[in-house]
């Protein structure tokens, strides 16, 4: 029985998506909360998570998507429970499903800066990490002409600099298209660096806060960082956009632009193909990302 | 010589704005930090500060407006210095208010949690707290029906119940006009609780949160708080609008909505006259509020 869990989660205080010993990361928050929910039901061992995009330390999501696996004892157990609160009151009008989100939030959301947001029974041949078509990336940045907003420091870069941001959205645009990134990417053996953007823009917000919206299929590690900083040089007035597309299609990492800062940085959004094609888009995936171990 | 000075605070942890011995609060920081920039300038003491919304513990300002007044040797000094900083390339390009800004946000500024956007030498009669011809709050409110963001979670109350939200806004906007709030305000001896209710609806954005906007001549202690409370309990179903307007016209504080948290509320934006109106206004909500020691 495969579930989806769609969540949120402020990245300020947590090391990451993925579960590291002895640091506290979204993964290892929610697999605890499991653990604990599932726990007595059976021996089978606690499900673990697999995720649509592992976000590094200090970024943020608004539409997380992950799914889990439960054996069968687990999800008798589960029902089990549920219909015997259900009888005396409690999670009365709650599916099994949202009795689930409830307790976890109970559990892992005592500080709030994670929620799950749903959690259902996923279509057949659903992955959370191998059917999306495509993910889609945020970034605020408030520089010297932006009216900055203490309340939102948490997930805004403040630039200490003047930017041009009209500029930004010429060269984000010029970049779109199937193109080899090595350039933005954290060079690693074997793996491809061939993605498919599929947009990339910039715009002023009415607070004048530079939102960048960068979508593709996959990103390679650190690529939507790299972009954002690419682009930053262009509106600083440190490379043209011509210099910036040689730059892409050198193919080689520079230091002609810094890999920007993780805390402007939020997953807004993964896009799945309808439920028929979930499988078919799952398979050839992993097919392209044979060499690849790391895909988002 | 009286500046304007605009600014914003998260006021998750500030004990609200008012100065208070061993608490730390945006007043409390500020004039430390102004203390700092015009020591060792005259003998004169420092300057303090006049604010435009006392806001409680725990509220948040976007567009907060303060006055101060610097002693003529305060503000000769503060030239002299940045002449001195410009002429060896510090601060070139900026006015010595602007430099003055730099030097707050240095000090004060070091958690991000409170910035002065900009100062301006004041124009005649300019009174931060006397001369508004009104102030606007807002108040972020998730119910189970919105997407919740932890990524805004310091300044939006999460309500772990359903409401409706156009039963709100029909509501709020029923309570617009010149009225005798007392059934909103904590009592204070001898102060008038008349005020005018220039607007106050609730909408919900792309993200399903419920945003009210508060629109007042000038609000009384905790009102804004109780006309969200009290449109909360209509959106609950507690209390019918006619039940609402009853409340309001009889004019005595009630247990039958609670004062909203906190942490929902914004200061958004004080609105003030044409300049050549600055000093009458004054004047005249001086006299108004004679009896009224506690205006916002």
Redesign the interface.
């Known amino acids: 029985m495969r579930l989806r869990l769609d969540l949120?989660?402020?990245g300020t205080a947590f090391s990451g998506w993925s579960r590291q010993p002895g640091l506290r990361t979204v993964q290892g928050e929610l697999e605890a909360a499991l653990a604990t929910v599932v726990r007595g039901a059976s021996d089978d061992p606690a499900p673990q998570l697999t995720v649509a995009g592992r976000t590094d330390a200090g970024v943020?999501a608004?539409g997380q998507v992950a799914h889990l696996d439960l054996t069968a004892a687990q999800w008798s157990a589960l029902q089990r429970a549920h219909r015997g609160r259900a009888r005396v009151g409690e999670e009365a009008g709650h599916s099994p499903e949202g009795a689930l989100v409830r307790r976890i939030n109970g559990i892992a959301g005592a500080a709030?800066?994670?929620?799950v947001?749903s959690a259902a029974v996923a279509p057949p041949g659903f992955d959370a990490r191998f059917s999306p078509l495509w993910r889609r990336y945020e970034y605020r940045l408030a520089d010297l002409h932006a009216?900055?907003?203490?309340?939102?420091?948490?997930?805004t870069l403040?630039l200490p600099s003047a930017v041009d941001g009209e500029a930004m959205d010429a060269a984000a645009r010029a970049l779109v298209g199937l193109h080899d990134f090595a350039a933005f990417c954290r060079p690693r053996e074997g793996a491809t660096t061939i993605r498919t953007l599929l947009d990339y823009s910039w715009m002023r917000d009415a607070e004048g806060v530079l939102i960048a919206v960068v979508r593709a299929d996959a990103f390679c590690h650190s690529m939507v960082r790299a972009l954002v900083g690419a682009t930053v040089a262009v509106g600083l007035g440190r490379i043209t956009v011509d210099e910036l597309l040689a730059i892409r299609d050198g193919a080689a990492r520079t230091n002609d632009f810094p890999v920007m800062g993780a805390k402007g940085l939020?997953l807004a959004e993964v896009g799945y193909p309808d439920d028929a094609e979930l499988g078919a888009r799952a398979a050839q995936t992993r097919a392209k990302r044979e060499l690849t171990p790391r895909p988002a």
């Open positions: 949120a989660y402020d943020h608004t709030a800066d994670v929620i947001h009216h900055r907003d203490p309340r939102r420091r948490s997930h403040w939020t």
